[in-house]
């Protein structure tokens, strides 16, 4: 009987450390796949959050206006004769002429936008004008505005590929 106890015994032992021995190299096993998951998680989370950041940076330094009726938008202060921009519209990106568009809603352009800006007339209601080269385009579009006689206004870009253009 005293056998019998020590082989049981002997038994129990055995499955005892085996099953210790599973069970560790089963947690070994969860850890490192733990940690694998961890670091992709890590990874992952970084690079949202550079991507982030990167979108946070391009959206504080974009301006945008509309030219006659397409979002362009820009990387500058202030949008200038030379100023490359991008059309939202199309997905093009083109280069600002200095060329200035406006159509009247009348055959007749008033007085005070004819002393203000140098005007050429191009068809029956429609003018151009030139800009300097340090000339705001975003503010002329906004003193534009302020004419109830002009119908559009577009500012005139050149969307050739920009290496052909230099």
Same mark, same amino acid.
């Given at each position: ?9 002997? =038994? ?18 969860? /850890? ?59 997905? /093009? ?8 568009? =406006? ?5 007749? =352009? ?30 002329? =579009? ?25």
């Amino acid at each position: 009987m005293q056998n019998n106890f020590k082989l049981q015994l002997v =038994i129990i032992t055995i499955a005892l450390i085996s099953g210790c021995k599973k069970n560790e190299a089963l947690t070994n096993g969860t /850890e490192n796949s733990t940690n694998a998951s961890n670091e992709k998680a890590q990874e992952v989370a970084l690079n949202t959050s550079q991507k982030l950041k990167n979108v946070e940076t391009t959206l504080l330094v974009s301006n945008s206006i509309n030219n006659n009726g397409e979002k362009i938008s820009y990387k500058t202060d202030k949008l200038l004769k030379g100023t490359t921009v991008h059309n939202h519209a199309t997905s /093009e990106q083109g280069i600002v002429t200095g060329a200035v568009f =406006i159509t009247l809603k009348s055959d007749d =352009i008033p007085l005070a936008l004819k002393s203000t800006y140098n005007t050429k007339k191009i068809t029956k209601h429609t003018y151009q004008f030139l800009v300097d080269k340090n000339t705001d385009l975003k503010s002329t =579009i906004s003193d534009l505005k302020q004419y109830t006689v002009i119908d559009t206004i577009e500012i005139a870009i050149n969307y050739s590929p920009i290496e052909e253009q230099f």
